[in-house]
């Protein structure tokens, strides 16, 4: 008889794990799609600043991903005036660190939709965390 190479109470949770990433990834990319249309917008039709501009689009998106992932990646069971609070101050740090990652990008030579790519990735890992392990926990 072979034996799994992981222990069988293992395995639901990694693929709850990746389920629940998944979603995770699902409710970004809806925020991350309006962050980048208000960051084009604004940079494009009204010359605003990238890292500015990346700042507002991301707060804007986060508000989405907060509704999304509150009700269907984690099915959030606490109250909103545990979770919001929690939320609104990991996305002020994300909507800043990201602010930070485009205009630092950008100022070295990087087209700021190639800064704002890689910055995206950095903060998609760290809010996942985040989210998982304190707010919605």
Known sequence: MLKPSQPSYKIPLIRNLGIQFTKFVAAGGAGTALHYVILIMLVSQFGVPAGSAAFVGATAGACTVYLI?????FDNQH???RTLP?????????AVLNGMLVAMLSAAGLH???????ATVAILVINFTVSKLWIFR
């Open 112 to 118: 700021f939709l190639l800064a704002q790519i890689i």
């Open 86 to 94: 929690r939320f609104a101050l990991m996305a002020m740090v994300g």
């Open 79 to 81: 109250s909103h005036a």
């Open 69 to 73: 992932n509150s009700r269907y990646t």
